[in-house]
């Protein structure tokens, strides 16, 4: 990481994005963005109903964020986006090219446990499902990186910050 640029969070919900994602722009020095203030009213209506979004309810959203990790390109920047499906990152990284992933996975139990555990959220649990099946993990020519997300908020971050900042390959 010795260019600044845009670093998106993703994962299914409850991998805990959000929190991860503040406590490593806080670690980064960087601004944070919570891509979830992205999202439109029809969107956040759609999933507070239990109704997964598609593609067309995503476009503006992705488009959004994607404008947001542009402008933090060469300052740097980490903005929570759940990012499941391949198409959805090839629309970020064609906003933001330098953009970088990081992809919150761990046991489904554990996800699901704090799923059901969070309140406050427009995301109920039931949506689970469709995440995970929406699911496609990193792969090898995408720039990016996969952290665990058993533990503690701040040791998930730790090894978060650790694995971008790894030397090039």
């Not at 488009?63 to 933090?72: C, L, Q, S």
């Not at 995440?131 to 701040?154: K, M, N």
């Amino acid at each position: 990481m010795d260019t600044p640029h845009a670093v998106v969070v993703m994962g299914v919900s409850g991998t805990g994005k959000t929190t991860v994602g503040v406590l490593l722009a806080e670690a980064l020095g960087v601004p944070y963005a919570d891509g979830d203030d992205f999202h439109s009213a029809h969107a956040i209506a759609r999933m507070s109903a239990g109704v997964p979004l598609d593609d067309a309810d995503r476009e503006p959203w992705l488009d959004a964020v994607g404008r947001w990790a542009h402008g933090r390109s060469g300052r740097g920047g980490v903005i929570s986006c759940s990012a499941l499906r391949r198409a959805h990152r090839d629309r970020l990284r064609a906003a933001a090219p330098d953009v970088e992933f990081l992809h919150l996975t761990g046991d489904r139990a554990l996800i699901e446990r704090r799923t059901a555990e969070r309140e406050g959220h427009f995301m109920p649990a039931a949506l689970l499902d469709s995440q995970f099946a929406a699911l496609e993990p990193l792969e090898g020519d995408e720039a990016g990186v996969a952290v665990d997300v058993s533990g503690s908020p701040r040791e998930i971050a730790e090894r978060a910050v650790a694995a971008l900042r790894r030397p090039e390959d």
